[in-house]
Every structure is written in structure tokens, then in C-alpha cells.
């Protein structure tokens, strides 16, 4: 052949695997090779980039298609592969080669491209063995971490890097496990946009691909909302990085598109922690880079100068792993400006009707007047688009941001319902939307969501002590294509709304010989309108009905449910429960504590109106005295309950549930202490029917048993700071 007619060119801008364009006659491939001279161990596996694109092809994900792999050093030198060339614009962190109107298109294509990749299965692409399914950020800090110092053992020792790594070795035993073949270098550097398909057409450079976390793929997406001048000047120095981001979707859009294509809660729990391990892991792999410049085998001509950048990309990181561990308790913005609309909202439309709704709800002639009323202001809000708040996915809000919005809410008993964020209808759709099959969703979830039915839920069980949970004895048990679910539950709250139309039933499943006692119960739905379903009575608190809908007993007589009703899977009921309950019991206690400020308001008002002994109630010092501590209680409360919120927001329910517990205990005695003091200034009227207060205090008492008793709580938080303690003291 005529050497004339080959063309070989070197791709320039790659830091890691020379890659070469050749083209014989009419021929293109892309050839990819080991770096030369001495190398990292571990490092440059391009024998595994060609299995998992090969295998990606195969599925059609946009890779390009693999040709050859030779495993013969004697032919080049080292190990290489050719593929196909694929012809197109890289699209580069400048994104120049992408049109404005299709920036931000072009970036979502790349998230909805890697959500493809994180959803796959990686048995079915027969990569179960492609990496280790555990433990993938505290294997990348030890890898990095290595990687780092090899790589520096002949310059001077950066204190920050030290720094860093020893916070990100303090938080990672925070990080929930989650697994997918991840890419592992998943930028605008190695992704191929098509602008005239509007599509992704190939993601290159395969070499960090693994099993891990899929959030850390996406983190590194999203280090260039965060990262230093010096990076972009080194990576793409054509254009204005801040007049690109105006461009595009923000990086809050981004986490709630791919949450959304994922299926996964939002927000992500500990974010600013997977950004600053990818500004980690990016530091070491750029000293790495310099390390071969030093050893003269460096594949980018720009290598030199990679010693500049590592600096402002461990400053970034320990800014950002800083911040990751501040207590935000105040809303955002967005949460704010929601807050002031229920606020206002609420002014305008429902106070001036808030006595005339609960004189209707006194006689049970009149409660479909107060049903009326309730169905005008959710229409009302709904069209104010202040509706399911509570469902962070829905929206936007944090935890600490609605628990701010919640905490307003507990000042009047509508209130929630107004906006479609009362109990039990909240947690439902909360396991509905986290764990529900798209079946459920179709035919439960969004029913619920749009307010057209309400739902009951179904745990706690008249004939057994249900404190603890595992005493249940409602049977779920398989028959055929159904379940026949047999059994008595009480305290379904809303079991007797005419729109409630199912309830969430946990139940035991039949064969439990041998299974762990927490893996023995299931979720399953349950239409009430099925054979077998019946209302034996509704329950009152202190005396109350609760109206208008109230707590109902209910029997379960041999009702067959088709298996596709089940949640999850069998045995998943406590795991389901344990995530429902977490952000459930964080909205219970910040209602309580708006509960708690109006109590505090008629205190005052009270006290300011009467007069004993010669001088005004309020004049007393011991009245004084039991203001004060209400005061105290009430704002230590909503501290604990708002840093529970935070610890939710950054770690997950799971993570959080010392401080879940802690607030379960604290925030309803609270509220049972300050409506007693309420009261007794109130003398006899407090327990009569001119007031609300004896019927707060029911529904305050009631707290302390609902989700859980004290004495369940108190027992959580002691097992957790007793290992605390031994975990701080090393015992």
C-alpha cells in the first residue's frame, strides 16, 4: 500500500488515552491507545472502554461503534482499539459550535443522555462485573487520594488538598449507596451533539467507566456552574462563561430534569458533597497530567501548565464541602416568595370565612356547606398554583423551605387542606410518587395530586400493641394473580371523606418462616369500594368526631386485591413506612408550632383583656413568667424541627433519624404545654366551646401517640447517641 494514501492525525485536547485519526483510501477509524512511557497502576484500561461502548452499541446508546480490540504490545507498542469515526462538534465547554436558540435544548439532551445511561441494567448488558456495587465514593476519595500522592512525591505539599481530603473522609459515611454504570468523565468535553437532530450523537472517552454512584456522573455534568476562571481559560478559553450560563437551564433545572427522568427524589441529598469529590478526583487526575509532563510522557501539549490549575479546584472543592456542612434553616428565595402567596392567600380568601367554616362543621346538617366552602378555596389555589407544596418534585421547595410554609399552615385546621397538603393524603402521595409502579401512579397517585379523591392509610391495629409495628396481624397473602387481605385496622384518618376512595394497607405477608422480622410486611392499595372492605365505626378524640371526616375502624373481610396493587415488593413495608413517616413527622411538628404561636396570641390577648386582683393578668409575674417559657419552647422547637429539616434536605430520612425522633418527643409536648397555659388563663372558658383550645389540646395529646409514641422516639434517639458516643470515643 502507498504509505501516501494514509492519514494519521493526532486529536488534539485529550489529557489521558492518545487518540489518533487515520483514513486509508475512503476508510476512517479512530485509533486509541495507551499514553507512552511509564504509567500509573491501574491507570489507562482501554480494554475496558472498548468492552462497555461495545456493549453500550449493542443497546443503542449513542457510542461510537467498536471495530477492533488488539491485546498485542508488538504491534504499536501498547494495547489499542479502533473504532468508527463519528463526524461532528464536540460540543466543548464554550458550547460556540451550538446555536443560542439550541443551548439549552442541547444541554438537556446531554442530561436526558445520561439518564438513559444510569437506568440501565447493568446484568442485562452483561456488565454485572464491571465494578464493585458498593461503596463507590469512599473507593474514589481512597483511589484520588492515592493517585494524588503518588503523583506529588517530588513537589511541595499542598495544605488545602489535606484539608480537603479530610473533610470529604468525614462526610462520605453520610452517602446513601446508589448504583449504575456510571461514565465516569461525563463533561461537555466528551459528548457529540447533532444540532440538526437536536440530539446526542456520541459520548466519547470511556476510560473512568465503572459501577458506582450515579450522582457523581451527574456532579461532574455540573462542576461548571461552579468552577474557577482558571478552569474554563485552561479547558476552553473561546468563550464568555457567564454569558453562556444565561443561556442555559440553571443548574436547580438541571438536578429537577434528571430527578425526574431518574424517578428520584428531589432534592439530591448531599449535592455539594458530590461536586466537591469530582473537583477532588478532577485535582488529582490534573496532577497526574503534570506528573507525566515531569516524566516527558504527557499526551496534551498544555500539560505543563496543569500545576496552575489544581489550586483554585481544591479551593473550590473545600468551599463547597464547607458549605455542605452550614445549617440552613431560613427558606430561599423561592421559598420565601411561596410563603408570603400562602400568606396572602390565605388573608384574602380564607380568614374572613375561617369562623363561618367551623360553625358549619358543628352540626352535621351544615358540614356540606364546610365541604362547599373547602372545595372554592382549593379551587382558589389551585389556580394560584399553590397546590401539593410538600412534594419537593412538584414544587421546588426544600424541606426547610416548606417546613416554613407548614409551620404557618398548623394556625388554622383548613388550612393545609386548602392547598392539598393534609394528612394523610401527603404521605400517600409521597410513597405513591418514591415507590409507586406507573400503574399506581396512573391510576392513584395523579387522581390524588389533582384533588379529584382523597385517600386513607392504614397501620395501626385495635387487638395488638402497635407501638411496635411488627406485632401486626392483618394478613396479605398470595392467591393466584391477588392478595386476599384479612384483618382490622383503627385510626384511618379521612376513612370516612365520600371521596375517599382507597387506603394504603400494611399488612403481614403469609410465608415468614426464616425472613428477618422487619422484611415480613408489605404496602398494598386497597380500593374501598372492593367486596370485604367495611367501615365499622368512626372514633373520637376526647369526645370530639374530628370532624368533618374524622378517624375511621376498619374491617378487612377476605378483600382480593390484584397483585399489580402491591407497593414495591413483598416484604419492602417497613423500608416504605421509614421513608413516608420521615418528612411526614417534620410537617406534624411545624403545623404544631403554628399551633403553638396562635395559642401564644390568645395568651396575650386574653391577658391583656382581664384583670385580677386590682391590675391587668398580664401584669402578674407568673403570668409573665409562663409567657416567657412558652416563648423559649416554641422557638427551641422550631430550631430542632428546622435543623432536622436541613439534616433531611443534606443526608435523607434515613441519615436524619435521630433528629426525626428527637422532634416527634419534643415538638408535641411542647404544643400540649403551651395550650395548657393557654387555657388556664382562660379559666373555664378554655374548656368550653367558645374557644378552640380544649380541642387543640385534643389533637395536641393525640400527637404524642400518633406516627409513634414518646417512649418509641425517646428509645430511637438514646440507641442512636449511645452509638454516637462509642463511634466519637472509639470504645
Known amino acids: 500500500m502507498d504509505e501516501n494514501s494514509i492519514l494519521i492525525n493526532k486529536f488534539e485536547g485529550g489529557q489521558s488515552n492518545p487518540t489518533y485519526y487515520i483514513k486509508v483510501a475512503d476508510k476512517e477509524v479512530v485509533l486509541r491507545r495507551k499514553p507512552f512511557g511509564q504509567l500509573l497502576k491501574g491507570a489507562h484500561q482501554i480494554e475496558r472502554e472498548y468492552r462497555v461502548m461495545n456493549q453500550l452499541g449493542s443497546v443503542s446508546f449513542p457510542v461510537p461503534r467498536m471495530l477492533h480490540l488488539c491485546e498485542d504490545d508488538s504491534i504499536i507498542g501498547s494495547h489499542f482499539f479502533l473504532m468508527e469515526c463519528v463526524h461532528g462538534d464536540v460540543i466543548n465547554l464554550s458550547m460556540e459550535k451550538i446555536a443560542d436558540a439550541q443551548k439549552r435544548s442541547c444541554l438537556l439532551q446531554v442530561v436526558e443522555t445520561l439518564s438513559k445511561l444510569h437506568n440501565f441494567d447493568v446484568d442485562a448488558l452483561n456488565l454485572s462485573d464491571f465494578g464493585r456495587k458498593s461503596n463507590y465514593c469512599k473507593r474514589v476519595l481512597t483511589t484520588w487520594s492515592k493517585q494524588y500522592y503518588s503523583s506529588t512525591t517530588d513537589q511541595p505539599e499542598l495544605p488545602e488538598m489535606t484539608e480537603l481530603i479530610q473533610r470529604l473522609e468525614g462526610d462520605v459515611g453520610n452517602i446513601v449507596d446508589m448504583t449504575s454504570l456510571i461514565h465516569g468523565d461525563y463533561s461537555l468535553m466528551n459528548i457529540m451533539y447533532n444540532s440538526d437532530e437536536n440530539r446526542v450523537s456520541a459520548v466519547l472517552d470511556w476510560e473512568l467507566s465503572t459501577i458506582g454512584n450515579p450522582l457523581m456522573d451527574f456532579a461532574y455534568l455540573c462542576m461548571f456552574y461552579h468552577a474557577p476562571s482558571e478552569y474554563f481559560m ?38 455539594n458533597f458530590f461536586l466537591a469529590l469530582n473537583f477532588f478526583k478532577l485535582s488529582s487526575i490534573i496532577q497526574g497530567v503534570y506528573s507525566r509532563h515531569l516524566k516527558g510522557n504527557a499526551s496534551s501539549s498544555s500539560a505543563e501548565f496543569m500545576k496552575y490549575l489544581v489550586p483554585p479546584m481544591v479551593k473550590t472543592a473545600l468551599n463547597l464541602i464547607k458549605s455542605s456542612t ?36 358543628e352540626k352535621e346538617e351544615t358540614v356540606p356547606k364546610a365541604a362547599e366552602l373547602m372545595l372554592q378555596w382549593r379551587e382558589e389555589a389551585r389556580q394560584a398554583n399553590l397546590w401539593n407544596l410538600f412534594l419537593p418534585d412538584v414544587s421546588g421547595l426544600t424541606n426547610v423551605d416548606y417546613s416554613h410554609v407548614a409551620e404557618y399552615l398548623g394556625r388554622s385546621a383548613p388550612y393545609s387542606t386548602v392547598f392539598n397538603c393534609n394528612a394523610p393524603d401527603t404521605g400517600n402521595m409521597e410513597v405513591l410518587h418514591m415507590y409507586g409502579s406507573e400503574y399506581q401512579q396512573e391510576k392513584w397517585l395523579k387522581p390524588l395530586m389533582r384533588g379529584e379523591i382523597s385517600s386513607a392509610f392504614c397501620m395501626t391495629e385495635p387487638d395488638t400493641a402497635s407501638s411496635d409495628a411488627t406485632n401486626m396481624q392483618l394478613t396479605i397473602i398470595e392467591e393466584g394473580d391477588n392478595y386476599i387481605v384479612n384483618g382490622r385496622k383503627w385510626w384511618s384518618t379521612g376513612a370516612g371523606n365520600p371521596t375517599c376512595k382507597f387506603g394504603i394497607v400494611m399488612g403481614k405477608m403469609a410465608s415468614t418462616n426464616g425472613v428477618p422480622k422487619h422484611q415480613q410486611h408489605s404496602m398494598i392499595v386497597v380500593p374501598f369500594d372492593t367486596p370485604g372492605v367495611k367501615i365499622v365505626r368512626m372514633l373520637q378524640v376526647f369526645g370530639y368526631h374530628d370532624l368533618p371526616y374524622g378517624h375511621g375502624e376498619l374491617l378487612f373481610d377476605q378483600v382480593r386485591v390484584p397483585k399489580q396493587n402491591l407497593i414495591l415488593g413483598e416484604g419492602r413495608g417497613f423500608e416504605i413506612a421509614q421513608g413516608r413517616l420521615g418528612p411526614g413527622r417534620i410537617h406534624h411538628c411545624m403545623r404544631a408550632i403554628g399551633l403553638a404561636e396562635r395559642c401564644l396570641e390568645y395568651f396575650v390577648r386574653r391577658t391583656l383583656e382581664r384583670k385580677t386582683f386590682g391590675k391587668r393578668i398580664i401584669e402578674h409575674q407568673v403570668v409573665q413568667h409562663q409567657l416567657a417559657e412558652c416563648r423559649i419552647a416554641i422557638d427551641q422547637s422550631r430550631l430542632l424541627t428546622l435543623h432536622c429539616a436541613s439534616a433531611i434536605d443534606k443526608y435523607g430520612a434515613k441519615e436524619a433519624r435521630k433528629q426525626i425522633a428527637m422532634i416527634k418527643v419534643a415538638v408535641p409536648r411542647m404544643l400540649c404545654d403551651v395550650i395548657d397555659k393557654t387555657i388556664q388563663v382562660h379559666g373555664g372558658a378554655g374548656v368550653s366551646q367558645d374557644f378552640p383550645l380544649a380541642q387543640w389540646y385534643a389533637f395536641a395529646r393525640t400527637l404524642r401517640l400518633a406516627d409513634g409514641p414518646d417512649e418509641v422516639h425517646l428509645g430511637t434517639v438514646a440507641k442512636s447517641e449511645i452509638r454516637d458516643q462509642i463511634r466519637k470515643s472509639k470504645l
Open 234 to 271: 485552561m479547558n476552553d478559553p473561546s468563550g464568555n462563561i457567564q454569558e453562556i450560563i444565561k443561556k442555559l437551564p440553571t443548574e436547580d433545572e438541571l438536578i429537577r430534569y434528571y430527578c425526574k427522568l431518574r424517578r428520584i427524589p428531589y432534592p439530591i441529598q448531599n449535592w
Open 326 to 361: 452550614e445549617m440552613i434553616l431560613s427558606p430561599s428565595n423561592r421559598g420565601q416568595r411561596v410563603l408570603d402567596q400562602v400568606k396572602n392567600f390565605l388573608k384574602i380568601h380564607v380568614d374572613p370565612k375561617e369562623f363561618e367554616f367551623a360553625k358549619y362543621l
